[in-house]
């Protein structure tokens, strides 16, 4: 146990209050006691009452300063030396400088990390243990990510990154270990709680390519996916675009400008078709933000749109308005043979009966388009379309089967029939209408095809427009990759190593003098974190060498400048061969750099596991392996942090 300043003045005043009572106590008994002066008696005992409950406050408060877990500090290798078998670590890295930021002198008891869903870096806020009376909470520190090392090849990526520094959690693998089998974690969250143990919020990919049915997503993840962000098709916009928005211009270019009825071919086309098992799906009224997707649509699209989305609200309209027929074609057939039923002849009461029966039968989640699906369901409406055409058609039975010439009696059932059918004409159309409707819209929604259909066209937008994959502010998020346990960043990083030209354009990205505002901030934080750092500040930065290239005259930078036309990456800057300003020069940097990552992107969904009472061993504090070698020494306690400040300032934040 480390004692230092803050703890010993606890401690030295309890062993000045113990060594007091025992002189009490002694003095007492030695000298006072044999005198029989019982008025001391109550005197000592206040006193020992006192000193007493001194002694246990400053007892308390010294077990409470020693409560949590005292950071240690031990050689980077071995530190690295995980056994996965046993054990898990998560990984907190930061910069040095922010590394530093934490107190030494305490214990720590708690910590929570902290998104700050804006562009600047998410934090760790840690408490400490200060004593009875007041625990420490730490201001913000910044982050770069939480990673878990539970696997040798997550390990050995952090021994491979010998610049990077952090916190190692160490656990106890018990039962953590058997959550996450088979699962590639993607995120990790970590809190540790007033009892010292840990839970951990740990996000998993689920591939795309193994994803083969739309009901597998969960409604929040498709709209997550549809509702991300895209770029823009008109580039002069200020509006933004949605994935959503891309996929929606894409289908109604092939939608007719007329409005649409069940008698407009185009709805059996394999377009048609598909458009409304989409809009069926996902209707812009739902969740969508309508207005930014009108002002993405041109005014045509706009109308088609209206078209489609009206045709499919009436087939959707359609399932409830077709229980509303049944009840009225129920009422009707009971109020019409009410009177007359021993006027009708027996196969048309049985064919009457035999249709109330099913109408009966007709449950109230008919209503409902998801429920239609259901084989009892579908039966029901099978049989009923046949009784419906049945009734229609037994007026030529009736003429066929009675007595010719015909007389009185056998007019009476026409007329009767007549009557019957007038009032009941009406409905059944309806109702087939209905029905017709239905099985068309079912069938549609059904079809394993048009789900495929949706799900590849979802992916390939997704995949083709999302900033998540397709735009440089969003490479800071380090998405998994083609390469296995290597992420897009680490990619990255890996290729600047080998390619000083690749490193002119990542420092030439990161420049924000012309950022207008914080989009890109977190990226470039990202990439100035794994672009190697010179020994000592450059006696020219990359800024003022690109300024010292614009010409005087245009204002613009030319690919023949010498500087340019010897660097074997950079004239790809320039579109066409042709000058461009300094600004235009680092958008062109950085599309250049979104578009390399681009081909190590894979498409996934996240889902997240919440484990609790995970049980922490340890917590180490991990420096810079080159902060280590150059001092010749391994860091074992919280003075040598002191004395290696110095040493350990991050070269770049």
Known sequence: MIINNRSKVPLILLGILVTIVIIILITYFQFIRPLNKDSFDKYLIGTLYILGAFIFFLALDFIEYHFGFSIKYIGRDQALNIDTSKQSSIFISMSSDELSKIEHEYKITKFSIKDTKSNSSTQIYIEY??????????????????LLLNTNESIDIIKKREDVSGLLINTENNTLQQQIQGK???????????????????????????????TYYTKQELHDILMSQAICNDTTSNVKQSVYGHIVSKILEECPVTKLDINNPWINTKEGKLAIAFFTKFNPENGFDIDELSMNLTRELNIKLKHITDYVKHLQYSYKLFYQSTKTLDSILQESIKHSETDINEPLMKLINKLKNTLKRIPECTQNSQDIHKLSIKSIIKDLQYQLEDILNYRDHLESTLEHPINDATQDSLALFDALITRLRNPIKSTQNYINNIKYHSKIIQDIEYNKAIISEIRDTYFNTSYDINHYSHLWKNRLSKEGSLR??????????????????????????????????????AIKH??????????????????????????LISPDNDLISKNGILPTLFPDNQPCSFHELIEHARHYITTLCKEYMVSYIEREI?????????IVWLPEKTTISNQHSIITSPEQVTDLSSTIQYKQS
């Open 610 to 618: 919440q484990i609790n009472n995970v049980q922490v061993n340890n």
């Open 129 to 146: 243990s200060a004593g009875l009376l007041s625990n420490i909470t730490s201001p913000g520190i910044n982050i770069h990510e939480t």
């Open 184 to 214: 590639q974690i993607t995120r990790c969250i970590p809190t540790l709680h007033n009892n010292l143990t840990l839970s951990l919020s740990l996000y998993y990919a689920i591939f795309d390519s193994s994803i083969n049915n739309l």
């Open 488 to 525: 897009i960043l680490d990619i990255l990083k890996e290729k600047i190593d080998q390619n000083t030209e690749l490193q002119d354009i990542c420092n030439l990205a990161v420049i924000d003098t012309f950022d207008t505002n914080t989009n890109n901030q977190r990226t470039n934080e």
């Open 530 to 555: 794994i672009l190697p750092q010179p020994e000592s500040e450059p006696l020219i930065s990359i800024t003022d060498k690109m300024t010292s290239m614009i010409d005087a005259n245009s204002g």
